[in-house]
């Protein structure tokens, strides 16, 4: 029983119907065969629904559940294949991270470096920290960005009553989130498959005068050492007096 006088109604069809006494709302429900449901307490006036209240508690009983076993799974995303990725890219990343973590997921944002970028991992540490920034209103930092080989990683924790509170307001403008994570994690699965697909390719980066320095270093190493027992101590001065290698 709703003994608040007057209230915020949204309708049935998730319309704002604005402040409108708690006798009108009920009668306007009974019209429609739902009920009258009180969404946001807290707030002055209260915020009210038109809905089937059996549905709203089913389907509300199955995110919990759905929430209890998948929860706080440790959900990961990956920049690209280097630095180089598009800005708009990045935001696609963003916004993806942020889905995962209002559904209550953790996120590790991975950071890769190809060729001579490991020489400016400060970018990417920016990078990530830019990204704490523009998500550190539905998350906190679980571990901050590090370095792990070729790569720095940043994972963030959501954080529950930020969430809370933007879900709250989403439930009072009539925008409750309906999200569906299989879709996102299918999305976030090919980016990350296609990033993988050239994660090996070391010349990424470097000039055509480093690659062939490189290659010539990789065919020398492959040969292994020279065995000095077969060496003619005689030919081994010659050929340093004639320069050769």
């Given at each position: ?7 915020r109604l ?117 990078r990530l ?94 040969r292994g ?21």
């Open positions: 029983m709703i003994r608040i006088s007057p209230i949204i309708d049935e069809n998730g319309e704002q119907r604005g402040v409108v006494e708690t006798s009108e709302a009920m009668r306007m429900a009974q019209a429609a065969g739902l009920d009258l449901v009180e969404v946001v307490a807290d707030s002055r006036p209260p915020v009210c629904k038109i809905m089937d209240y059996g549905k709203h508690k089913y389907e509300q009983s199955k995110k919990e559940a759905k929430s209890r076993t998948h929860g706080n799974e440790l959900k990961e995303i990956r920049l690209g294949r280097s630095i180089k990725i598009d800005p708009h890219d990045v935001q696609i990343r963003v916004d993806q991270a942020r889905r995962f973590l209002m559904a209550g997921h953790k996120v590790q944002i991975t950071q890769r470096f190809r060729g001579r970028e490991m020489m400016h991992k400060q970018l990417g540490e920016e920290l830019q990204i704490c920034q523009d998500l550190s209103d539905v998350a906190k930092i679980d571990v901050a960005p590090k370095g792990m080989g070729r790569s720095i990683t940043l994972v963030l924790s959501p954080d529950k009553d930020k969430i809370k509170t933007i879900k709250a307001k989403l439930e009072q403008e009539g925008k409750a989130m309906e999200e569906d994570l299989e879709a996102l994690e299918a999305q976030v699965a090919a980016q990350n498959a296609e990033d993988e697909g050239d994660e090996h390719d070391e010349y990424e980066g470097l000039t055509e005068e480093e690659k062939m320095e490189k290659k010539k270093e990789e065919k020398k190493a492959k050492p020279k065995d000095d027992r077969a060496n003619n101590p005689v030919d081994d001065e010659v050929a340093d007096l004639l320069g050769e290698i």
